[in-house]
């Protein structure tokens, strides 16, 4: 099976990654960049919503809502967090979880009732998992699940496969001077902003990657890559950049 990038759909609409395992994906918009909420079932029913952008919290779609209405939400790091208000105003029953090290931040920015990854991993079926990546000051957090295509990987910052640089002059030339893209990157501002332990950043992506050989890979910013190939271009990328 060859690599291959998923090309960019309409934003805004949720796509499966799994439909028979009950995962999906939506991109929003927030100024200059293109993020992704990822949805998935839980054990029992209802949905967590991985990332979630407020744009989208409204009119799912019954590919979803047959699944159960949204429990829970997860902020990926303590960056990504804009959407839990709007979520929670609509699904007001929702609890919202973060790693540890995304915590403090979090509750500054008026997230004051965050609860532990240990409340989502409790009511994960046994093809989904959770992670808070070690070696990082923003609590990274990933989804990791299993499919009929191979293992995948839901993450948030830690990788870039972003299609194309702005055409927007100032965007284009922070995302260069961030090594942001185009193409797979690990971008500048995670290397030096969101890693405070470098060596064990790297030596636990290195072992997870090796234990997973993960061939799907769902980034936060950026199109979707799945294919055979994926393990090597990440191991390659990690040893360069890291």
Same mark, same amino acid.
């Given at each position: ?12 609409? =949720?796509?499966? @990654? !799994?439909?028979?395992? #009950? ?12 993020? +992704? ?20 919290? *409204? !009119? ?12 829970? /939400? ?7 967090? %804009?959407?839990?208000?709007? $979520? ?7 609890? *919202?979880?973060?790693?540890? !090290? ?17 409340? /989502?991993?409790? &009511? @994960?079926?046994?093809?989904? !998992? ?6 990082? &000051? ?5 989804? +990791? ?7 995948? $990987? ?7 496969? %972003? ?17 942001? #893209?185009?193409? @797979? ?6 290397? $030096? ?10 030596? =636990? ?5 090796? +234990? ?13 890559? &799945? ?14 950049? %890291?």
């Amino acid at each position: 099976m060859s690599e291959k990038t998923e090309s960019k759909r309409t934003p805004e609409s =949720w796509h499966a @990654l !799994d439909a028979e395992r #009950g995962i999906y994906e939506a991109t929003y918009h927030v100024p200059g960049l293109s993020c +992704r909420s990822v949805a998935a079932g839980l054990e029992g029913g209802g949905l967590v919503i991985y990332s979630p952008g407020g744009s989208l919290a *409204a !009119d799912l779609p019954s590919e979803l809502t047959t699944l159960g209405e949204p429990k829970v /939400l997860l902020a990926p790091n303590s960056f990504h967090h %804009l959407g839990i208000k709007r $979520w929670r105003e609509l699904y007001p029953e929702t609890i *919202a979880v973060a790693a540890s !090290d995304a915590m403090s931040r979090l509750a500054k920015q008026g997230h004051a009732d965050l609860q532990p990854l240990a409340r /989502l991993r409790e &009511r @994960l079926p046994a093809h989904l !998992d959770v992670f808070e990546v070690p070696g990082t &000051r923003v609590g990274e957090t990933w989804l +990791r699940f299993e499919s009929a295509e191979g293992i995948g $990987w839901v993450i948030c910052d830690a990788f870039f496969n %972003l299609p194309r640089l702005s055409h927007k002059l100032h965007l284009r030339l922070l995302s260069k001077l961030m090594s942001s #893209g185009p193409g @797979l990157a690990i971008s500048s501002l995670m290397k $030096w902003g969101g890693v405070n332990n470098r060596k064990l950043y790297k030596g =636990w992506l290195l072992e997870q990657l090796e +234990r997973d050989q993960p061939t799907i890979l769902v980034p936060n910013h950026g199109d979707v890559l &799945r294919g055979a190939e994926l393990p090597a271009r990440l191991r390659e990328l990690i040893e360069r950049r %890291l």
